[in-house]
């Protein structure tokens, strides 16, 4: 056996060595806690509705050929500073749960149908994603440093989540089967948004 | 001398990192939850498994994925990505309280229509198997979609069991997979059989 070989077992091995580490007892969520930084990284994650946008919004991006994935980053990123810097004026607190949905739905059906789209309309999507992400994730009236920290945190998540589906998106894109997955989870993903904005609708209607 | 020693190194290696694995595995710390049906996590929980506890929906989504690798081609990703978008519909459907008729006896029937499809490769055109499992996804859909509103995190719980029920799908169609050797059709048409059984169970409530 090489020394590559070798270290290729140890490689496969680290992960279930690291799996028998014990897990640190939590009384309460690790969000109750966070303030500033932190809670703005977290903040996206606990909202299932912003995670389907990020996945939705990555994988669009990731799929299409020729890769040209810094041209809707660049709108993503200004669009969603924009409209978390916007947050601080208090004209929104949030906005209603169907419209990200909505936004996931309409990226997720780009992904599973699989057609070439045109660059433009990735880069809506892309602004409306950020402006939607932004104005959603108001933090709670707090000193004003924290604010920015933790608005600074909220930024950092959502490019560095929507850069990093995309990016692997990208790769898989290159493999035949590994499309067939994108448009898999794609499905997951419409399928998920329409049962949300159903309930959504049925909470409207009581 | 002991048999071993006469494999090759690399042999020896491989053994000695398969024997590792399981010993790893049981060195993993067991949670310790004392609240498990509540919250986001609950409806996760509670989405994820109902699928996988109720032998209907699991064998039905299982005959999915045996259907769609038995076909080929276009089937194999067609009928995954159709099924749970249809399923959603359905499922909204049953959150918006619409009936549809005959909910439990179709998705029992579906088992079946699905099962013997496997059993006697019937290979229909591939816009024909989507119309089929879409039928069925339509009703499984509902039927998860009426306990949609009474589950802790309804939003978790679409989660849950669409990830639940897509995994089943690609257990399907990793089985499926087997028809590329001759022995492996033999084992899918047999699998399609027992489906086929457990949906007539099903069906006349032997189950």
């Known amino acids: 056996m090489t020394r590559a070989h070798q270290l290729r077992r140890a490689s496969l091995l680290a992960p279930l060595l690291l799996m028998a580490l014990p897990p640190s007892v939590q009384a309460h969520g690790a969000i109750k806690g966070l303030e500033g930084f932190a809670s703005g990284l977290v903040h996206p994650l606990t909202i299932p509705a912003h995670v389907l946008v990020i996945l939705s919004l990555g994988l669009l991006a990731g799929q299409q050929t020729p890769q040209r994935l810094r041209a809707p980053m660049f709108v993503l990123m200004p669009a969603l500073a924009c409209a978390l810097l916007f947050t601080l004026t208090r004209v929104f607190t949030g906005i209603p749960q169907p419209i990200p949905i909505a936004l996931a739905l309409c990226a997720a059906v780009l992904v599973a149908v699989a057609k070439p789209v045109p660059m433009p309309a990735i880069q809506a999507l892309f602004a409306l994603g950020g402006i939607v992400l932004g104005l959603d994730s108001a933090p709670e009236s707090v000193p004003l440093a924290i604010t920015l920290k933790s608005l600074l945190g909220t930024w950092v998540i959502v490019v560095f989540l929507v850069f990093d589906v995309a990016y692997y998106s990208a790769l898989a894109a290159r493999r035949n089967w590994s499309q067939v997955g994108l448009r898999v989870l794609a499905s997951w993903i419409i399928a998920v948004s329409v049962l949300m904005l159903a309930f959504a609708l049925q909470k409207w209607r009581a | ?207």
């Open chain 2, 1 to 207: 001398m002991n048999s071993r020693d006469s494999l090759p190194a690399s042999s020896r290696c491989r053994w000695k990192a398969a024997a590792l694995v399981p010993a790893i595995l049981l060195l993993l710390p067991a949670p310790a939850s004392a609240h498990t049906e509540t919250g986001a996590i609950g409806g996760l929980i509670s989405g994820f498994t109902h699928p996988l506890t109720g032998l209907d929906h699991l064998v039905a989504m299982v005959a999915v994925g045996l259907w769609g690798a038995f076909l080929g081609g276009r089937a194999i990703w067609m009928l995954p990505v159709a099924f749970p978008v249809v399923m959603a519909f359905g499922g909204a459907l049953g959150v918006m309280k619409v009936p549809l008729p005959a909910v439990e006896t179709g998705i029992a029937l579906s088992g079946v229509i699905l099962g013997l499809l496997v059993a006697l490769a019937v290979k229909p055109p591939v816009i024909w198997a989507a119309v089929i499992v879409g039928i069925f996804g339509l009703l499984h859909g509902h039927a998860h979609g009426t306990e949609l509103p009474k589950s802790a995190s309804p939003m978790t719980y679409a989660i849950g069991f669409v990830v639940a029920t897509g995994l089943l799908h690609l257990a399907g169609i990793a089985l499926g997979l087997l028809v590329k050797w001759p022995w492996g059709k033999v084992v899918v048409r047999c699998g399609g059989a027992v489906i086929a059984l457990i949906g007539l169970g099903f069906l006349f409530n032997f189950l």
